[in-house]
């Protein structure tokens, strides 16, 4: 069957990972009809916008994508491109398992954790009040007026919305991705003790909810007990569940357990659209040097493939992608024992050498 996909490439880094990873996926001999279009910020250098109508169109008509990163300048009005496509697809589900590969430089192995962070809203949703601004000054008076509490007049605020409909959506996600997949536990991460009326909210729908999946062991971590207890003890959890800022920040602990972000894939999936792509960023410093790890790229698309249902494809992918990994051989720098390592090989020659273990694994 043909499949129709769109194809971000992404800025930084993206467009060199993403070219490998096409080259590996077709390696595979899945029939997918690519529908390229960009954005992000070299975009809007050219269009005058970070995301036009052809790639809001092409997701809309294709339903399944997968993009490299993009970049979000920091501290600028310049909003991230890839909130904005989680909110405007209600990509609510963002799936990263962290699954240790043999042969991978890690203090641990055996790691096979999958964090399922809420997309839509949280410190995310970008209401945002300027310091020094009218409207600002505002909100700090209101704050007085019905808290009685006096915010400093030098502040800026970050307002942190959770909706009872964003917890069920994401926490049921959680859990059915429990059944599918054959997991045993969730545990719901939160900082309920301190910010009752948000994260309270998450962890009240989570203990409603869980009842209902009673195959499945459920429990909670408070987030900062949560980091300890992944550096300790990850073999303790599964799959974990959590608001939007702590899913961000735990995905990259948990990326650190695992070989760090060059191998770690994810997903963002909502009722009907899913975009595929890594946790790491646009790397800017590394644009055009054929130097990244395109592994997490490409286990991205391993987790395309599966939505698809194309697993004969997604099989032979990671397993070619694991037995590279194994053999040592053809990894970029971040995987060798020390980061200048003169055997560390590039960008375009891990994905030759990926190809040529699927095309072994064929016959
Ligand atoms: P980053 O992930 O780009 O880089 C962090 C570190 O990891 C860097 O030291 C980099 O060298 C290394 N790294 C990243 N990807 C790698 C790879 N494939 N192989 C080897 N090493 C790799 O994070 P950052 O520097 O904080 O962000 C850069 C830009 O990316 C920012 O504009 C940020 O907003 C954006 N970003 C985008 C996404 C996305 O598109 N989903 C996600 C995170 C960050």
Redesign the pocket.
């Known amino acids: 069957m043909k499949h129709n996909i769109t194809l971000i490439p992404?800025d930084?880094?993206g467009p060199e990972?993403t070219e490998d990873t096409v080259k590996v996926v077709e390696a595979t001999g899945v029939d997918i009809n690519w529908d390229i279009v960009n954005a992000g910020a070299e975009v809007y250098e050219r269009e005058g916008t970070v995301l036009p109508q052809s790639v809001i169109d092409s997701l809309k008509k294709n339903k399944v994508g997968i993009?490299?990163?993009?970049?979000?300048?920091?501290g600028t009005g310049f909003r991230?491109v890839?909130v904005m496509m989680r909110k405007l697809f209600n990509l609510y589900a963002c799936v990263r398992p962290c699954k240790s590969y043999p042969g991978v430089r890690s203090k641990y192995s055996d790691i096979d954790l999958v964090i399922v962070r809420e997309n839509t809203e949280d410190l995310y949703a970008g209401i945002e009040f300027e310091c020094g601004k009218n409207e600002t000054a505002e909100l700090i008076d209101f704050i007085k007026d019905k808290k009685d509490i006096q915010v400093r007049k030098d502040s800026g605020i970050s307002i942190k919305p959770i909706s009872i409909g964003a917890c069920e959506n994401i926490i049921r996600f959680a859990f059915e991705y429990a059944v599918k997949n054959n997991r045993k536990k969730v545990t719901c991460v939160h900082k309920a003790n301190i910010m009752k009326y948000s994260d309270g909210l998450f962890l009240k729908v989570f203990k409603e909810i869980a009842p209902e999946y009673n195959e499945i062991e459920s429990e909670d971590r408070i987030v900062d007990n949560m980091c300890m207890q992944l550096v300790q003890k990850p073999k303790l959890y599964d799959v974990m569940v959590l608001p939007n800022l702590y899913g961000d920040i735990l995905s990259d602990l948990a990326a650190g357990l695992i070989g760090?972000?060059?191998v770690a894939p994810g997903g963002n999936i909502g009722k009907e659209i899913a975009l595929f792509?890594?946790?790491?960023?646009?790397?800017?410093?590394?644009k055009g040097e054929n130097k990244?790890?395109?592994i997490?790229?490409m286990l991205s698309a391993v987790l395309m493939l599966r939505h698809i249902e194309e697993d004969r494809c997604a099989d032979l992918l990671e397993s070619a992608i694991a037995q590279n990994i194994k053999e040592g051989k053809f990894v970029?720098?971040?995987m060798k024992p020390s980061r200048d390592d003169l055997t560390a090989v590039g960008t375009s020659e891990v994905a030759d050498a990926v190809v040529e273990k699927i095309k072994l694994l064929k016959v």
């Not at 993009?67 to 920091?74: A, E, H, L, Q, S």
């Not at 790491?280 to 590394?286: F, I, T």
């Open positions: 992404g930084g880094i990972i993009k490299g990163p993009i970049t979000t300048p920091v991230s890839n760090g972000l060059g792509e890594p946790t790491h960023g646009s790397a800017p410093k590394y990244v790890n395109p997490a790229m970029t720098y971040d």
